[in-house]
């Protein structure tokens, strides 16, 4: 047997044009592989409008919820608190108002957050930049505010 019929487009085609299986009496697949490439490319464009349609569902399911987040957000920055943190791993200080979205963000750009603290918590930016410059004077990691 040199050709056969692929059971997909109905074509003659040779029979290297089909993948081996031996699931098959002919040691061939039934369908040719530019069926199976042609299916394959089809898969993916229906799954990424499948993927997008439920992110939009998603979206529209949870969006009282998503709001009620991003509320607490903007309250959190209103509280005007300034925090002192600690990543151990980086032996990193530095100062937030929004202390869990820095270190998702410093997470993010690749800083270990691991066992992450907060050092002290203060109502005014500037007590917090002093006790921060003087971790850093001691060798503590961070962005440096003051320089000497
Ligand atoms: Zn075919």
Known sequence: MTSKKCKCCGEERLISDYYRSSAFKSGRQATCIFCISLKKKNYHIENKDKISKQKKKDYIKNRQHYLKVAKKYRDNMKSGKYY?????????????????????????????????????????????????????????????????
């Open 84 to 148: 002192v943190y600690y990543l151990p791993e980086e032996h990193y200080i530095g100062i937030t108002d929004h202390p869990k979205g820095r270190i998702s963000r410093h997470k993010y750009v690749g800083k270990i957050t691991d066992c992450w603290e907060i050092v002290a918590e203060f109502d005014n930016p500037f007590d917090a930049v002093i006790l921060e410059a003087e971790f850093h004077r001691r060798g503590y990691n961070g962005f440096q505010y003051i320089r000497e």
